[in-house]
């Protein structure tokens, strides 16, 4: 039950684990949490999986510590990709943008354009659980969505980030994805606020989908983070479905 996680581990610099419960393997939190103290672990990333019963009867259920602080509520969505078609109505049908250009980025950039991805990158992880928890260091985390965005453009985490360039050539949005046994995963999602509200979030999902489908892909899913409802209805409004909620807890040692 218990997973150590050893890239978190060596990035924050003290040993880390996960634990994942759901209604499938039990909501029995207690062995798992002794293992992490018998691995001398400093911190435990716990998910909790909504199920039949009410979170509230399943929290009571696992016996969290004093120590867990609850920090994310994780929505995972998902899309099948070959009933796009036949929606009449689905904001992407129109996905031609007047004045905007998509392409995807490439390993080959200057310094200036990492630095705008980043920008964007941290815009599209400003709710994540990284930032909400105080005792993780705020420089650490954006360094991870640094390693993130560096990753996906030189392919090691993504398969295409798409980029969306403004009438100026100016980066205006971007969405990165990596395609695997016919699911595509997206991973960073985010349009600059001064283009937000013009359609261009639904144009670059309707290119990415476009992309996915080309790969042999035929679902697409995403993990965002509850408290960012800018994307969970854009993913909603482009005819994605809930798949699960997980309520995420730290639990410190």
Partial sequence: MLKILDWDSKHFGYPIGKIELSESNGF?????LQQAQNRQLKLVYVFIEEASDSIDDIIDQTVL???AVRVDERKTYFLDLS??????????????LQGFEFKEAKEALDAQFYDELFGLALLAGS???FFHDRRICAQKAKELYKIWIENSVKGVLADCVLQALGPNKELAGFISFKTAKSVSNIGLFAVHPQFQGKGLGSCLLAEAHDRMKKS???????VTQGKNFRACNAYLRNGYKLMK???VYHVWF
Wanted: net charge negative.
């Fill in 127 to 129: 709710e994540s659980r």
């Fill in 245 to 247: 909620t997980e309520h």
């Fill in 65 to 67: 510590p004093e120590t």
């Fill in 216 to 222: 042999g892909s035929q679902t697409s899913t995403v």
């Fill in 83 to 96: 009933v796009l078609d036949s929606i009449e109505d689905a904001p992407t049908k129109g996905k031609s």
């Fill in 28 to 32: 029995d939190i207690e062995p798992a």
